[in-house]
């Protein structure tokens, strides 16, 4: 006999099988075994197993409805020993209840049957498990057990905020101690701590301009910050001539007509056939130009205060040919590719006396008007990246004669930070000099009386391409000038600088270094097959040509 049924049977025998009056259920009948039915399982009837799983040695209640109505049916009790029989009555609802006592651990199935003349008929059935007691696995959270003790039953403990573990259900919001202070967020209208008009605009608007980022944007201006949207261009008319912006060209009004005469040309020559080089210097005649001013030879002639010209050579070599733009015409070349002394340096210059040596000769330059296309090519502009500075390049310098030598000089710059090449000027003044030129005084373009007359940052390098360069220089310890102007090809003429005032320091000027190509060993360093510099269509005026 199957140990449930042993329980039935005591059960009925204490006569508490029928739990509830009301549900009118009899005392029933146990039979066993049970076999020879007809199934009809339908979907409105049901049964059910309270509690399930059930624990060994307690009770469990079985509960049917909408069965037959105040009947009589057969309810079966099966587990892996057999099977007992227990006929029970239903109420006038249709429902069944049956309480027991589970002995055995395992699984179990009830199965309701309708008694028939022949074969009973299934109405429904269902299952349940008997389980050991305080058994972890059980299915039951049982006292003894916790989620700590037994997560297998009982689930797995909550976290615990300020155990300095951020688990899963702990956020920055509900947990701050284990998972931190949440971020802002950026779109919430609140400009918090660590938000910004840059990262988070939305919440803390956009930034103001920037003045000296280069970008002219904004409430910027040429009052506000000249430095990003240049200087405000003076106004014709307002009586005051505004140079080098103002000129006799563009505003009359201010400045007066423009002379009907100037200077005299006094030498003009390109590298056409016949003219040639020597070691020392440039040679020839170019048939091209007007006869009479054309021939290198004669430039003592032609100006009487220079006394020969030469080339100097650092590491670098001079010739003739052909443009590098591809035009059907020949162009002086000047190529470094070696580094002497920490740099290279390719230069031809005017000189008014031929040494140190020289020194009881009379002072015969007075003022020269130089101009000239130039070709720089485009790699230059690419050697230096934009954080770093590049290193210094001088292309045009005016020496005086005494040891303190003092000189005029036109560089091409690019500062960290940028991509913008531009001209640069300088004067070495020999105040506190004393034969020492470490110890001379430097007056920049921003500085002292220079800065008012100082515009290079402006003018950018054409590179690439020709642009003529023209450069005035009038030697005088009170009305000296210093002119340096840049034209691209096809563009209006551009000022560099116009500096009035003093440029003689001593007695009489040593040279002009007309064509320099002088620079910093850094750039054959990164170019190891030399740099280039180009020249053509030389012209030397006496002043400011007719008409500037």
Same mark, same amino acid.
């Not at 560089?411 to 030129?437: A, M």
């Not at 009035?500 to 270094?513: E, P």
């Given at each position: 006999m199957p140990r449930i049924a042993r329980v039935s049977l005591a059960l009925l025998g204490m006569g508490v099988l029928c739990l509830s009056a009301s549900i009118g259920c009899g005392q029933g009948e146990v039979n066993y075994p049970y076999s020879d039915v007809n199934t009809e399982i339908r979907p409105s009837i049901w049964c059910s197993i309270e509690p399930n799983p059930v624990l060994i040695n307690s009770s469990y209640i079985i509960r049917g409805g909408d069965l037959p109505k105040r009947g009589t049916l057969r309810v079966v009790v099966s587990d892996s020993n057999g099977s007992a029989n227990i006929d029970a009555n239903t109420d006038k609802a249709g429902r069944l209840e049956i309480q027991l006592l589970a002995e055995q651990a395992g699984s179990a199935t009830v199965e309701i049957y309708k008694l028939g003349k022949r074969k009973d008929i299934l109405l429904t059935r269902c299952a349940f498990e008997v389980i050991q007691p305080n058994q972890c696995g059980n299915g039951l959270c049982e006292p003894v057990e916790d989620c700590q003790s037994c997560s297998a039953d009982c689930g797995t403990c909550p976290p615990i905020c300020g155990d300095g573990d951020c688990q899963a259900e702990e956020d920055c919001s509900n947990c701050p101690q284990d998972c931190g202070e949440c971020l802002p967020i950026c779109g919430d209208e609140n400009c918090d701590v660590d938000e910004n008009c840059e990262n988070c605009p939305d919440d803390c608007g956009i930034c103001p301009p920037e003045c000296g980022d280069e970008v002219c944007e904004g409430d910027e201006n040429c009052g506000n910050c000249p430095q990003d949207c240049g200087e405000c261009t003076p106004e014709c008319g307002d009586g005051e001539c505004q140079r080098p912006d103002e000129n006799c060209d563009n505003c009359p009004q201010d400045c007066g007509e423009c002379p009907t005469t100037g200077g005299e040309l006094q030498f003009k020559s390109g590298f056409e056939p016949n003219t040639y080089l020597t070691s020392s210097t440039i040679k020839g005649t170019d048939n091209s130009a007007p006869l009479g001013i054309n021939d290198w030879d004669s430039l003592s002639d032609y100006l009487p205060w220079a006394k020969y010209s030469s080339f100097y050579l650092e590491g670098g070599s001079m010739n003739i040919t052909e443009d590098p733009t591809g035009a059907d015409n020949l162009v002086l070349h000047f190529h470094n590719t070696e580094i002497v002394n920490g740099h290279s340096r390719t230069q031809w210059t005017l000189k008014q006396v031929s040494g140190w040596s020289d020194d009881g000769q009379q002072n015969l330059f007075d003022q020269q008007f130089y101009r000239y296309r130039m070709y720089i090519p485009e790699e230059i502009s690419t050697l230096f990246s934009y954080s770093e500075w590049a290193r210094w390049y001088m292309i045009w310098e005016s020496h005086t004669w005494e040891s303190e030598n003092t000189r005029h000089g036109v560089y091409i710059r690019k500062d960290t930070n940028s991509n913008h090449w531009y001209f640069?000027?300088?004067?070495?003044?020999?105040?506190?000099?004393?034969?020492?030129?470490?110890?001379?005084?430097?007056?920049?373009?921003?500085?002292?009386?220079?800065?008012?007359?100082?515009?290079?940052?402006?003018?950018?390098?054409?590179? +690439?391409?020709?642009?003529?360069?023209?450069?005035? $220089? @009038?030697?005088?310890?009170?009305?000296?000038?210093?002119?340096?102007?840049?034209?691209?090809?096809?563009?209006?003429?551009?000022?560099?600088?116009?500096?009035?005032?003093?440029?003689?320091? +001593?007695?009489?000027?040593?040279?002009?270094?007309? $064509? @320099?190509?002088?620079h910093d060993s850094e750039y054959i360093n990164r170019l190891p097959n030399g740099t280039h510099q180009y020249y053509d269509d030389f012209e030397i005026w006496s002043d400011y040509p007719p008409g500037y």
């Amino acid at each position: 006999m199957p140990r449930i049924a042993r329980v039935s049977l005591a059960l009925l025998g204490m006569g508490v099988l029928c739990l509830s009056a009301s549900i009118g259920c009899g005392q029933g009948e146990v039979n066993y075994p049970y076999s020879d039915v007809n199934t009809e399982i339908r979907p409105s009837i049901w049964c059910s197993i309270e509690p399930n799983p059930v624990l060994i040695n307690s009770s469990y209640i079985i509960r049917g409805g909408d069965l037959p109505k105040r009947g009589t049916l057969r309810v079966v009790v099966s587990d892996s020993n057999g099977s007992a029989n227990i006929d029970a009555n239903t109420d006038k609802a249709g429902r069944l209840e049956i309480q027991l006592l589970a002995e055995q651990a395992g699984s179990a199935t009830v199965e309701i049957y309708k008694l028939g003349k022949r074969k009973d008929i299934l109405l429904t059935r269902c299952a349940f498990e008997v389980i050991q007691p305080n058994q972890c696995g059980n299915g039951l959270c049982e006292p003894v057990e916790d989620c700590q003790s037994c997560s297998a039953d009982c689930g797995t403990c909550p976290p615990i905020c300020g155990d300095g573990d951020c688990q899963a259900e702990e956020d920055c919001s509900n947990c701050p101690q284990d998972c931190g202070e949440c971020l802002p967020i950026c779109g919430d209208e609140n400009c918090d701590v660590d938000e910004n008009c840059e990262n988070c605009p939305d919440d803390c608007g956009i930034c103001p301009p920037e003045c000296g980022d280069e970008v002219c944007e904004g409430d910027e201006n040429c009052g506000n910050c000249p430095q990003d949207c240049g200087e405000c261009t003076p106004e014709c008319g307002d009586g005051e001539c505004q140079r080098p912006d103002e000129n006799c060209d563009n505003c009359p009004q201010d400045c007066g007509e423009c002379p009907t005469t100037g200077g005299e040309l006094q030498f003009k020559s390109g590298f056409e056939p016949n003219t040639y080089l020597t070691s020392s210097t440039i040679k020839g005649t170019d048939n091209s130009a007007p006869l009479g001013i054309n021939d290198w030879d004669s430039l003592s002639d032609y100006l009487p205060w220079a006394k020969y010209s030469s080339f100097y050579l650092e590491g670098g070599s001079m010739n003739i040919t052909e443009d590098p733009t591809g035009a059907d015409n020949l162009v002086l070349h000047f190529h470094n590719t070696e580094i002497v002394n920490g740099h290279s340096r390719t230069q031809w210059t005017l000189k008014q006396v031929s040494g140190w040596s020289d020194d009881g000769q009379q002072n015969l330059f007075d003022q020269q008007f130089y101009r000239y296309r130039m070709y720089i090519p485009e790699e230059i502009s690419t050697l230096f990246s934009y954080s770093e500075w590049a290193r210094w390049y001088m292309i045009w310098e005016s020496h005086t004669w005494e040891s303190e030598n003092t000189r005029h000089g036109v560089y091409i710059r690019k500062d960290t930070n940028s991509n913008h090449w531009y001209f640069r000027v300088l004067q070495e003044s020999p105040e506190g000099c004393h034969g020492n030129p470490s110890n001379c005084d430097y007056y920049w373009e921003n500085n002292g009386a220079w800065a008012p007359t100082y515009n290079g940052q402006n003018v950018a390098v054409p590179f +690439g391409q020709w642009f003529t360069f023209e450069v005035f $220089f @009038k030697y005088h310890e009170l009305n000296g000038e210093f002119y340096v102007a840049v034209t691209r090809e096809n563009n209006p003429r551009q000022i560099v600088a116009h500096f009035i005032g003093q440029t003689q320091y +001593g007695t009489k000027l040593r040279d002009q270094m007309v $064509f @320099k190509f002088y620079h910093d060993s850094e750039y054959i360093n990164r170019l190891p097959n030399g740099t280039h510099q180009y020249y053509d269509d030389f012209e030397i005026w006496s002043d400011y040509p007719p008409g500037y």
